[in-house]
Each structure stands twice: as C-alpha cells, then as structure tokens.
C-alpha cells in the first residue's frame, strides 16, 4: 500500500512539473523566423552589378552549388530571381533571400544561390549571376526534391528515393514524455534543394529534427536535443540508428576521439560525419544493415547543463564530401569588394610584391581558426597557441569580416 501511494505522489509530482510546460511557446521560441528590416526612409540604388564568385570543385563530375552571396543596393529587387552562367551555357538557380536592405525600394542584402553543374575536372570556375523574371516557386505540403520524399515524425526521419529504395533514421535519445503536437516548418525549398525541420516539443527532451535533401539524392539528417531538467548532469547516449535498404560494407567499430573521418558504404550510398572529428566524442558501428552512430555516450562525461542543447549530425549521399556546415565541401571565393559594399570592410590589398607581408596575412586568417576549440565546445572561438589546440578558456567575440574565416 504504501509502495502504490509513493509511486502515485510521484506520477502526480511529474505531471503537474509537466503542467508547467508551455509547448506553444517552446515552438515559437525555436521556430524559424526571418529577421526583417528596418522599412522605412530611403534605399538609394549604389550599383546595378551582380555578384560574381570562383569555385574550386572538391572533385570532378556533377555538384550542387549552394553560395552565399552580397548584393549592393539596387543590385536584386525584392521578388527577382537569378539566373547563374559559366562558359557561355546558362543554369536555373534557387534564390533563398536571407536579409533585405533597410529602406524603400526593397533590395535584397544577403542571399543563397542553389544550382547544380558538372565539373571536367577539378579546376576553378568563375560563374557570374544574370537577372531572371520570377521563376514558379516550388510549394506544397509533400517534402519532396528531385527523386527524394521525406517523412518528418518526432522518432526520426524516413527517406525515399523514386527507385524504390527506402531508409530510415530514428532518434536515439531518452523517451520523450509524450502529448505535445510537432510542429512542421520549411525552411527553403526551390527546384534544387528542401531544408525541412520538425520542431518536437516536451516537458523533458524536446528536440528539433532537421533534414537537408537536393535533388541529386543526398540528405543530411541532424537532431537538437534540449536537456530541460534542473541542474548540471552529463550527457546521455545522443545518436541516430539508421536502418538501410542493403547491408553495410562491414568496418570496425570507429571512434572518433583522435578527431579521424571515417565513411560507411551501402547500396552504393556513402554515409558520412561532418561534425564528428571536430567533437572528439563518440562512435560509429555497423552490423548488417543497421548503422549506429553516436554523437555521445552515457559515461563519456559529455557535459549537459539544464536548457543547453547538444546535436547529431549524419550525411548519405553519393559521395560527395560535406563541411561541418553540412554543405558541400566546394571552395568558394568571392571578390572581397562586393563585402566592402555591405559592411566597409575595405578592398583586399595586392601583396603580390611583398611575400612576407602575404603570408603574415595568411598566419593572421589560419590563426583565427586555428582559434576555434575543438571537443565538447566545439563552435566556441577562443584562443591561438602555435602548434597547440585552442584553449578551453577564452571566449572572444570577433566581429572581423566574413572573409577572414574563408
């Protein structure tokens, strides 16, 4: 008797805790939302030139281009489209508008470029954007692109290919308490590319599941588990377990503490983890058809303070190599005047006759990041030490321009 009256004092104490937990606004707190600018006053025209940009292909053969690209006053109207051009052959493209100028008329400030391009070998490109009427916008409640359809529910992801061939991903994290509507948002969808996130709200675990697909048959997956217990605890097992349509070509089980890549292969797909030789933790396994990577473990002493958020992030694709921005791992350089005319940053001096000045340059932009800490804070920027690891402490807050992490 007394066990069943504990046992009820406790459910009752979890449920009113649960009571407590507003899951609209957890949603609207963590939901996508564009940041507007300021609309009124003036926007003067500063020039009509679009943006042009160099890519040096990771390797030969078919790629998805995403750029993120500067554009001056009166250089993209609010509601064009672009158009990209490379030796004398023309490419749709998908425009994702990230911010637009303050004032009137509206222009476009910062945008993403998405096209895809077959590359002869692995020789730089200029390619150069033209104006283009408004193309149809892709819309819909299916999440689909190219020959993929994606499946969101809060235990994972269920990718399809228009071959028949079926994957799933699930969620390996604790049990969600259960009872909270998710919540479906597109983030970008064009002719070329879907980024779809599913916001799953919950009084202990809530997670944010997110997936990447272009219309070449590659998907990134990736979760954002809170923790919203009180105090500071450690990590537990954080993953995903994804289930194949073949087996997997068999490897032995690979940590990633040494920060060493590793890839796993099947049905003549690669599956790959961008994020995981810059974390320091976890690890990989595979046993038939079943690959289990785990971002953390139980044990591991991964660090979980209450609130904080801690990710898993898998890639498949055809083997193109991804960048821990889950992008395609392209080189990309852009003419750092088209920056100046946003931000004042200056135009980059010619050092060809003076070396020692151009590679002090050089030391100055590896240093930086050099600087980013690599392990459990991973992303924290904080400080340089020659032939060393940045240090755990530090913190700084640099507002250099964009291009010196280039």
């Known amino acids: 008797m007394m066990r069943r009256l504990l046992l009820c004092v406790l459910v009752c104490l979890g449920v009113a ?24 006053g003036l926007a003067p025209a500063v020039s009509a030139e679009l943006p042009d940009f160099t890519v040096t292909p990771a390797s030969p053969g078919e790629h998805l281009m995403r750029v ?3 554009f001056a006053p009166g250089a993209l109207a609010d509601g064009a489209d672009v158009e990209v051009t490379v030796d004398g052959a023309t490419m749709p493209a998908g425009l994702r508008v990230l911010t637009h ?10 945008a993403i470029v998405t096209f895809l391009h077959t590359f002869d070998d692995d ?3 200029t390619f150069r954007l033209v104006p283009f009427e408004q193309a149809p916008r892709e819309s819909g409640d299916d999440l689909q692109v190219g020959s993929l359809t994606l499946t969101l529910d809060p235990l994972g992801v269920t990718v399809a290919w228009d071959n028949g061939e079926t994957w799933r991903a699930d969620v390996i994290a604790p049990d969600l308490t259960g009872g909270y509507e998710p919540h479906v948002e597109v983030i970008e969808r064009n002719l070329h590319y879907l980024w779809a996130r599913l916001l799953v709200p919950d009084a202990e675990w809530p997670r944010i599941i997110e997936v990447r697909a272009d219309n070449l048959g590659a998907v990134a997956v990736q979760v954002h588990v809170q923790r919203r217990l009180d105090g500071d ?10 289930e194949a349509d073949a087996d997997f070509d068999e490897f032995p089980a690979h940590a990633f503490r040494d920060g060493d890549r590793v890839k796993a292969f099947a049905a003549g797909r690669t ?6 030789p810059l974390t320091r933790k976890g690890t990989v396994s595979v046993s038939g058809s079943t690959l289990e990577y785990l971002r953390c473990e139980e044990g591991d002493e991964t660090p979980f303070q209450s609130h904080a958020w801690r990710r898993a992030a898998v890639v498949i694709s055809n083997g193109t190599a991804y960048n821990a921005l889950l992008e395609p791992a392209h080189t990309i350089a852009i003419d750092a005047a088209h920056f100046d005319t946003l ?30 800490l690599r392990g459990d804070d991973y992303g924290n920027v904080t400080s340089f030490g020659p032939g060393s690891d940045a240090g755990v402490f530090g913190m700084n807050r640099l507002n250099h321009c964009p291009s010196i992490f280039e």
């Open 101 to 110: 100028h303050p004032g009137k008329p509206r222009w476009v400030r910062r």
């Open 271 to 276: 599956v790959s983890f961008p994020i995981a």
């Open 17 to 40: 805790a649960h009571a407590d937990f507003d899951a609209a606004g957890w949603v609207e707190r963590f939901r996508h939302e564009p940041p507007e600018a300021y609309d009124g």
């Open 343 to 372: 931000y004042g940053s200056g135009q980059e001096p010619d050092l060809t006759p003076w070396p020692e000045l151009a590679a002090l340059r050089d030391y100055h932009r590896d240093a930086i990041v050099a600087a980013a």
């Open 123 to 125: 020789r730089a490109k």
């Open 233 to 242: 605890a450690y990590a537990p097992n954080l993953g995903w377990r994804i």
């Open 68 to 70: 993120s690209l500067p």
